[in-house]
């Protein structure tokens, strides 16, 4: 009959199924479930035998307009009202050549079913890349203090690195700036209610929230630590002990 041999079978098992479909039962899962993330919706696709890896879940879901929306709960990361000491801006006319001559660093919140994870990160301002960071249940010195140790043990920087920062009183702690003088880093930082003064790490932190954290649907303590550093560049971080 001059027909190929593959005419004569059917669609062989396990092939993924078609956007259309996926939309369909995302959308059912969306409508009962409205807090549901990408992570959350792809598990439940699994449970109701369909086979999606979560990336192509995340894009539908964008795609169609059914990303979760968070809910608006805040905490402040900066308290700029203390008596710790100020240092200087030395990063506004600094000019960068290659990597560790600035770091920049920020805190934010995540917020999870009960409560709030705290996020310490630090980038290299030229590379862009995450150096050091450190999650935990609460904002205060320690957690600055290791992703600062972390940034440290994954780049040891020559002396004179520019440490930049806002003016919260995690960064103008004693144990912080001890730290930031015994390895020979420079401290620096922006003006008082000027975010732009440390752009970089703001805008860092503001992709990581509507690109990740906004998606993510994080439940738990737990979730936030195993699956938000998939975010950043395998090689480019290190988990605070």
């Not at 479909?21 to 792809?42: D, F, L, N």
């Not at 998939?230 to 971080?237: I, S």
């Amino acid at each position: 009959m001059n027909i190929a041999r593959s005419t004569y079978y059917d669609k062989p098992a396990g092939q993924p199924p078609g956007d259309a479909k996926i939309v369909e039962k995302v959308g059912e899962i969306c409508a009962e479930y409205p807090r549901y993330g990408y992570r959350r919706v792809t598990a439940q696709l699994h449970r109701d035998g369909l086979v999606v890896n979560h990336k192509r879940a995340m894009r539908l879901m964008r795609e169609q307009g059914l990303s979760v929306r968070p809910r608006r709960r805040f905490v402040t990361t900066t308290d700029s009202n203390h008596g710790g000491p100020i240092f200087p801006n030395l990063a506004r006319e600094l000019i960068l050549a290659g990597p560790n001559e600035l770091w920049v660093a920020d805190l934010t919140f995540i917020a999870i079913a009960r409560g709030f994870v705290y996020l310490a990160v630090i980038l290299d301002a030229w590379s862009r890349r995450v150096v050091g960071y450190a999650l935990g249940r609460a904002i205060d010195a320690r957690l600055t203090l290791a992703a600062l140790r972390s940034a440290i043990a994954n780049r040891q920087p020559k002396p004179g690195c520019v440490h930049h920062s806002d003016r919260g009183a995690q960064y103008a702690a004693d144990q912080y700036r001890e730290m930031l003088a015994d390895h020979g880093l420079r401290g620096s930082m922006g003006r008082r209610g000027v975010p732009y003064d440390n752009a970089k790490a703001e805008s860092f932190m503001k992709t990581i929230k509507t690109e990740e954290v906004y998606l993510g649907g994080y439940e738990t303590f737990t979730d936030v630590i195993h699956a938000l550093p998939r975010f950043w560049p395998d090689g480019y971080f290190v988990p605070a002990s």
